[in-house]
């Protein structure tokens, strides 16, 4: 089909007359939507460090040009039409671009703001009329065109290693992984139909391979960066310098590591595996290998899986659009008319379809990079610490490793305009079956990486250190001081039993059924270099819980659990 060219008419819409001619004012109109589509979406690809050649991004901006040019054919000649588009479309623009601009403005500015862009854009619009294709396509159109050929990329890696170091052979090598959201062995429900199967070969996989294990291991708090910070600062109890938040989206930074400290003044040399969430590399003051950080949240783990171009192009869209402020008020709206015409049933039942967390791939092939670094430059004298977000929601694997569909994927929380609606009994199984069966997965891999370290000659005297940093958290509610004289048995276990075992040549296998927080077990290990395990029959314990309130933290009693 041709089209011919069209006079605006600004005091009227005037339907245009087709003519076989097409002309540079049809191809602007055309263009616009089009490139207004395309140059975000290719910016999140490349930001994701994903192939702009691969299927599901092919399709998916093959998509949204389709849906460009019916736009652009449907504005062709209407000067009102055009200016409310294009005015829209720069909108939306702005939404997916800076969405965590918005995000970090707010509740109220995160809705506000974007009203008033629109109306800014239409008066830019309506001001540029004569010219607003034009200018748009050109705009966007290099956008587009510097993106393909010189894509910006994000960071789902970054490395840096210093290789000017000393490093003294003679020391055994030390692997130190934290598992985060590991729950502790005594802390697996029974209840769960894999949980006492689960519980079982664990013991067996920890004896089978020469740890010490205690079994009823909790951590005093409830958030990774207070239970660390402190699990390395065991002096500095609730002193809020011992780690620092960076920025408003979670992540944090150790600034105080005393544990650190005294490994490199044994003249260890550290080399860390972290994810965003928490940085540990600034805290080695003098001896820092190497530091690898990967990204949890970055789309590009899931280019190389399993999973079917649809299935990538799902969880794709979920992440482009989960943090519009648009779709997020159609998310809403829509909820809110469910809600009101077909209440009592769950709103969002037909809408709960974006998988946003990708975070369990990105730890596998980290867990994976470690193993192969000890098979093959691993010496004496190197301190390895790994913080892996496992066996950490979202749960993705099954108990053979083999990765779910995303219609599959479950997060320990439901998201809480569904809260309402779930039935607690059914929630907590089905997630802890889920959960289990990552776990199991994850001493798959566990299993390979002590095999390098048992068949090498050069790792035989190598001590490893598997703990976790809290429980697995599968509750219906946080463990809060307001609510803490209401907490049950069960919440207190799922959210504070967590895993500590060690492996080293001097200390025997063995299964410690002390209750004990992990915040007083790694320092006393390593003053005696990991030769025997701290005798707490002749130490005060505090076996108390640190529940953080407006007022400042509270202190509760643990209780005793498991056999």
């Not at 490139?35 to 690809?45: E, G, M, Q, R």
């Not at 664990?202 to 005093?220: E, P």
């Not at 799922?494 to 075992?501: E, G, R, V």
Request: charged share 20%.
């Amino acid at each position: 089909m041709s089209f011919s060219t069209i006079t605006d008419a600004p005091a009227s819409d005037v339907k245009p007359a087709r003519t076989g001619r097409l002309t540079l004012s049809t191809l602007w109109d055309i263009a616009a939507p089009t490139t207004i589509l395309v140059a975000p979406t290719l910016a999140f690809a490349s930001f994701h460090n994903y192939s702009f050649f691969s299927p599901e991004i092919f399709v998916g901006i093959g998509l949204l040009a389709c849906l460009g040019a019916i736009l652009g054919y449907l504005i062709l000649g209407r000067t009102k039409a055009k200016v409310i588009v294009i005015a829209l479309l720069l909108t939306l623009y702005m939404d997916l671009q800076f969405a965590p601009v918005f995000v970090a403005a707010g509740p109220f500015w995160s809705k506000a703001l974007l009203p008033l862009i629109a109306l800014g854009f239409l008066a830019l619009s309506v001001w540029l009329r004569q010219h607003l294709t034009l200018l748009a396509t050109t705009f966007f159109g290099t956008i587009v065109i510097s993106t393909l050929l010189f894509p910006p990329g994000g960071t789902s890696v970054h490395l840096s290693v210093n290789e000017q170091l000393d490093t003294d052979t003679a020391l055994p090598p030390v692997v130190h992984i934290v598992l985060d959201e590991h729950i502790g062995i005594e802390g697996i429900p029974e209840d769960i139909e894999v949980g006492a199967e689960l519980k079982r070969d664990l013991k067996a996989f920890f004896d089978r391979h020469g740890f010490y294990v205690f079994g009823k291991a909790f951590s005093r708090f409830y958030r990774s960066e207070w239970s660390l910070g402190h699990l390395f600062n065991p002096d500095s109890m609730l002193d809020e310098e011992v780690v620092e938040r960076v920025n408003a989206r979670f992540v944090w930074k150790v600034r105080e590591n005393d544990y650190f400290e005294g490994i490199q003044d044994a003249g260890y040399n550290i080399n860390v595996y972290q994810f965003e969430h928490i940085d540990y590399c600034e805290s080695v003051k003098r001896r820092l290998s190497s530091c690898l950080t990967y990204n949890v949240s970055s789309l590009g783990a899931i280019q190389n899986t399993s999973l079917t171009t649809m299935q990538k192009l799902r969880v794709i869209s979920g992440f482009y659009v989960y943090y519009s402020s648009t779709y997020r008020f159609l998310r809403d709206a829509y909820g809110n008319l469910m809600r009101h015409f077909v209440a009592p049933q769950p709103p969002l039942s037909q809408w709960h379809w974006e998988r946003t967390q990708v975070g369990s791939i990105a730890a596998f092939e980290t867990l994976d990079r470690l193993r192969h670094d000890l098979e093959n430059r691993a010496t004496g004298g190197q301190y390895y610490f790994a913080h892996l977000d496992l066996p950490h929601y979202p749960y993705m694997y099954d108990r053979d490793c083999r990765l779910k569909a995303p219609a599959e994927w479950a997060t320990r929380n439901l998201p809480h305009a569904l809260r309402q609606y779930a039935e607690p009994t059914s929630f907590r199984t089905h997630n802890y079956q889920m959960y289990l069966d990552q776990m199991r997965c994850m001493y798959t891999k566990l299993g390979e990486l002590l095999e390098v370290i048992e068949s090498s000659e050069a790792l035989k005297n190598t001590v490893v250190i598997l703990h976790g940093d809290h429980g697995s958290r599968i509750t219906m509610r946080a463990p809060r001081a307001k609510n803490r004289s209401t907490l049950t048995t069960q919440e207190m276990v799922d959210n504070f039993s967590t895993l500590f075992a060690i492996s080293a040549p001097g200390i025997d296998a063995g299964y410690d059924r002390r209750l004990v927080p992990i915040q007083e077990l790694l320092t006393p290990l390593y003053e005696n270099r990991f030769r025997a395990v701290p005798d707490f029959d002749k130490r005060d314990v505090a076996n108390r819980l640190m529940l953080q309130g407006q007022g400042g933290w509270v202190s509760i009693p643990m209780p005793d659990f498991g056999d």
